[in-house]
Nanobody, 122 residues
Framework: QVQLVESGGGLVQPGGSLRLSCAVS????????MAWYRQAPGKQRELVAG???????NYADSVKGRFTISRDTAKNTLYLQMNSLKPDDTAVYYC????????????????WGQGTQVTVSS
């Protein structure tokens, strides 16, 4: 079994920064496209940023220039550096893996983490 475990959320003032982490647990040998999504109360879940296995990235217009997605393949960990945070960034942030492949060759598709709360407020 594989799991995605997010951490790093919390309460921060407007203009502040947070760094989210998403650790892939289990005997995973390969990770592919991964992404961060968020869901604010009463709103649909939306894509924040994505990164492919070769390092190509894409961002939602609302976070371009403020957020940076990255990954450490050796550690099987995904990150989201969030700077210049705004109250509108308040949401539960979820890590997503399009495909995870274990050392035994098993594939897990569309895996989600449990989410981490980010609250931006003074």
């Amino acid at each position: 079994q594989v799991q995605l475990v997010e951490s790093g959320g919390g309460l921060v003032q407007p203009g502040g920064s947070l760094r989210l982490s998403c650790a892939v647990s289990g005997s995973v040998s390969n990770t592919y496209t991964m992404a961060w999504y968020r869901q604010a109360p009463g709103k649909q879940r939306e894509l924040v940023a994505g990164i492919t296995s070769d390092g190509s990235t894409n961002y939602a217009d609302s976070v371009k220039g403020r957020f940076t997605i990255s990954r450490d393949t050796a550690k099987n960990t995904l990150y989201l550096q969030m700077n210049s945070l705004k109250p509108d960034d308040t949401a539960v942030y979820y890590c997503n893996a399009d495909r995870l492949r274990t050392r035994t060759g098993q594939n897990f598709w569309h895996t989600w983490g449990q989410g981490t709360q980010v609250t931006v407020s003074s």
